[in-house]
C-alpha cells in the first residue's frame, strides 16, 4: 500500500517562507521512479498544478515560477516544495500526487494560509 504524506504547512505572513514535504512509502515504491507533482487547491477554485518532478528534470508553473522550487531526496523517499516570498493568493491545500507504472496516489494534503 501506497502512502504520500504531506506536511510542513500552517500560517505564515506575507513575504515568508515554508517548506513542505511529500513522504512515501510502501513496499518497492521510490520517488526516483515515478513521477511527483504538487498541486494545490485554493477556496472555491479548481485544484491547480504547481511543480512537478522526474527524471527527467523539474517544472515550476508560471503562477510560482521564481519563488518555487521542487527538490527530492530519494534516500528519503521525499519530495519537497520550498515556497518563498508567499502571497495571499498562494494560499491553498496542496497536495502531492505520485504517477507511474499506470498508477497514481494521492496524499491527503496539507493547509498553506499566507495572512497577516
Known amino acids: 500500500q501506497v502512502q504520500l504524506v504531506e506536511s510542513g504547512g500552517g500560517l505564515v505572513q506575507p513575504g515568508g517562507s515554508l517548506r513542505l514535504s511529500c513522504a512515501a512509502s510502501?513496499?518497492?515504491?521510490?520517488?526516483?521512479?515515478?513521477?511527483m507533482t504538487w498541486y494545490r487547491q485554493a477556496p472555491g477554485k479548481e485544484r491547480e498544478f504547481v511543480a512537478i518532478?522526474?527524471?527527467?528534470?523539474?517544472i515550476i508553473a508560471d503562477s510560482v515560477k521564481g519563488r518555487f522550487t521542487i527538490s527530492r531526496d530519494n534516500a528519503k523517499n521525499t519530495v519537497y516544495l520550498q515556497m518563498n516570498s508567499l502571497k495571499p493568493e498562494d494560499t491553498a491545500v496542496y497536495y502531492c500526487?505520485?504517477?507511474?507504472?499506470?498508477?497514481?496516489?494521492w496524499g491527503k494534503g496539507t493547509l498553506v494560509t499566507v495572512s497577516s
Open positions: 500526487r505520485a504517477t507511474g507504472f499506470g498508477m497514481e496516489y
Open positions: 510502501g513496499t518497492g515504491f521510490f520517488i526516483s521512479t515515478n513521477t
Open positions: 518532478i522526474n527524471s527527467g528534470g523539474a
